[in-house]
């Protein structure tokens, strides 16, 4: 396994898509980028996608940032990175999580390499961190050399898209050279450090260099391709997930459509809409709108921020993600009275015949069930519903009606499902319910969400009116209970 980490809330605004690919994040803090509503989202993001939570202290140089070094009193540099490291405490606390390391940015990171003034003063100034987080630094370091010998927890950091100096520095980004962005080189660059634990530098000479940790800067310009590539290349080739990701095709060009298997199970719906909310709670900014069906997701997402296969993969790592933390939402099953009379069953002969049952029985095989709902459409609040028995499945007229009854309750196929409004349809009409199926003038228009079941409760055609009229005053209260 290759662990990876990156440099992130820097102003880039790319980490909800590096987050799923990477193991641990170096969150700027105040020194040279990064403020309260960064490092708030940062470590949201990060506990969320379960990735390693750093601070990134540095030079306060926003101007540069941080990448020139500045001449301080020793009062003043430990003043500044205690407090950026404390800021970043604070807001860690508030998410519930913790920092498990501490990595020093550009300029100080590369001073307290090389001089030991300056690693004696950054290692000062974060001594009272000692025995709680992790450093992490360069292999062959003057700071390697005295974290040590103060007993600090060193974790060796090599650079994925960084070149190296013999005297292994980093090339200057002011040279052409500097940083590596073309896959195969980089895969190349990163297997001869973790395998041989040797780097090429750029004279072509083999130099040891140790690295339990390998970082890809956040604003390499193909930084989500690499941190991509990486992950599937080390940590999928030979560790591959058996979960199977759902089969996928672009859909117009800002979508994709996942497709489960076509069938109406309550194991395909929890796989469907547990995917669903974890889209929905991990809330990834590029991704405009989720439209679920009953074995599909269709999800628009900006192209101007990424392409279909980025996309794609994107999602292939948030299918296969393990998150302990999220809970599936209430499921309800709702009480829904309806009326089998014979003026709202206009169909119930027609069914009685062609499937050889007597009515009552008819009535009584569709009551029976509790039915889950898979899916809500082609109208506002229409709800297609699974969990039919066999002996009512019935072909959909062949010349559909062009005004069915609100509240129509009807069998199309192997579903049974209710017209929340007059509409068109072909459905076989066995039946009526009193109750609205969707109100745009409540918070929740419709009553029931996709994964809540359905009990049909028989009535009368007195209770029908009775209900009704109860409905239309706004004094009727549909019955459910927490089902899951």
């Known amino acids: ?42 470590v949201a993001l990060a506990k969320k996608f379960q990735v390693e939570i750093g601070a990134h202290p540095s030079y306060p140089d926003r101007e540069n940032f941080g990448r020139t070094s500045i001449d301080m009193t020793e009062v003043e540099f430990i003043k500044t990175i205690q407090k950026q490291i404390s800021d970043l405490e604070e807001i860690v606390a508030v998410h519930d999580a913790e920092i498990t390391h501490i990595k020093p940015h550009g300029a100080l990171y590369n001073d307290v390499a090389k001089s030991e003034e300056k690693a004696e ?22 700071i390697e050399k005295v974290a040590l010998q103060q007993n600090f927890n060193v974790y060796y950091e090599a650079f994925a898209d960084r070149n190296y100096n013999d005297v292994l520095t980093l090339v ?53 391709e690499i941190v991509q590539q990486l ?100 499921r309800f099953c709702w009480e829904v009275p309806v009326c ?63 005004a069915v009854k609100k509240g129509a309750v009807g069998i199309g196929g192997m579903q049974t499902g209710i017209y929340p409004k007059v509409s068109p349809g072909g459905w076989q009409i066995i039946g009526n319910s009193p109750i609205n199926f969707f109100d745009i003038s409540k918070q929740n228009p419709c009553f029931a969400k996709a994964g809540d079941f359905i009990k049909f409760v028989p009535i009368s055609l007195a209770e029908y009116h009775e209900i009704s009229a ?4 706004g004094n009727y209260e549909l019955k459910s209970h927490v089902e899951c």
């Open 1 to 42: 396994m290759l662990h990876i980490n990156c440099d992130v809330g820097e102003g880039v605004d790319n980490e909800e898509i590096l987050m799923p690919y990477i193991n641990a994040c170096n969150i700027a803090c105040g020194g040279h980028a990064g403020d309260a509503k960064t490092m708030h989202k940062v």
């Open 121 to 142: 003063l950054f290692l000062k100034a974060i001594a009272k961190y000692k025995h709680k987080y992790s450093l992490y630094i360069p292999y062959n370091s003057v």
């Open 172 to 224: 200057s980004r002011k040279k052409s050279n500097a940083v590596l962005t073309e896959i195969g080189e980089i895969i190349k660059h990163i297997s001869s450090i973790k395998n041989d634990e040797k780097v090429q530098t750029i004279s072509a000479r083999k130099i040891m260099l140790k690295s339990d940790t390998f970082c890809v800067h956040s604003d390499t310009k193909n930084a989500i």
């Open 231 to 330: 992950h599937t290349h080390f940590n999928t080739k030979n560790n591959i997930q058996k979960t199977e990701f759902p089969h996928y095709k672009p859909y117009g060009n800002s979508g994709i459509l996942l497709t489960w298997e076509a069938k109406m199970t309550s194991e395909m719906l929890d796989s469907v809409l547990d995917f669903n909310e974890r889209i929905i709670k991990f809330y990834i900014k590029v991704i405009i709108e989720v439209i679920q069906s009953n074995n599909s997701l269709l999800i628009i997402y900006d192209k101007n921020k990424l392409n279909f296969k980025t996309f794609k993969h994107l999602l292939e790592r948030l299918y296969l993600l393990k998150s302990d933390n999220m809970k599936r939402q209430t």
């Open 340 to 402: 089998y009379a014979t003026e709202f069953g206009i169909d119930l002969a027609e069914i009685a015949q062609k499937n050889k049952l007597e009515i009552d029985e008819i009535i009584r095989l569709h009551t029976a069930p509790k039915y889950q709902i898979f899916s809500i459409g082609f109208l506002p609040g229409f709800l297609y519903l699974g969990g039919l028995d066999k002996r009512l499945h019935i072909d959909r007229k062949s010349a559909p009606r062009l």
């Open 470 to 473: 109860a409905v239309s005053s």
